[in-house]
């Protein structure tokens, strides 16, 4: 599986942005997908996730009411809908997908054995 963000960008804060995470190649499977971010100097972070059915989504506390994940499975590609930035949302953001997921640890980056290349959020004052 091999996974393509696109859409960061430079915003100010009140912002909006819609990152999008295209997935190819062996998609036909049961993926979670999901987004975690880095900021510099700081570790990888849980953003949010989404099942392969999109009844279950998840969210790390300070995101939610504010991000919104989703997915389109005839595409192939799994959202992130980002409104009210901040600039302490400042990252990279990387999507990630994997069949396994083990839902107690979903937050655990290391559930996921599939990541794209990241995509650059800056969110100015």
């Known amino acids: 599986v091999q996974l393509q963000a696109s859409g960061g960008g430079l915003v100010q804060a009140g912002d909006s942005l819609r990152l999008s995470c295209a997935a190819s190649g062996r998609t036909g499977s049961r993926f979670f997908m999901g987004w975690f971010r880095q900021a510099p100097g700081k570790e990888r972070e849980f953003v949010a996730t989404i099942n392969w059915n999109s009844r279950n989504t998840y969210y790390a506390d300070s995101v939610k009411g504010r991000f919104t994940i989703s997915r389109d499975n005839a595409k192939n590609t799994v959202y992130l809908q980002m409104n009210r930035l901040q600039p302490e949302d400042t990252a990279v953001y990387y999507c990630?997908?994997?069949?396994?997921?083990?839902?107690?640890?979903?937050?655990?980056?290391?559930?996921?054995?599939?990541w794209g290349q990241g995509t650059q959020v800056t969110v100015s004052s």
């Open positions: 990630a997908a994997d069949s396994t997921v083990i839902l107690s640890h979903l937050r655990d980056g290391n559930q996921y054995n599939y």
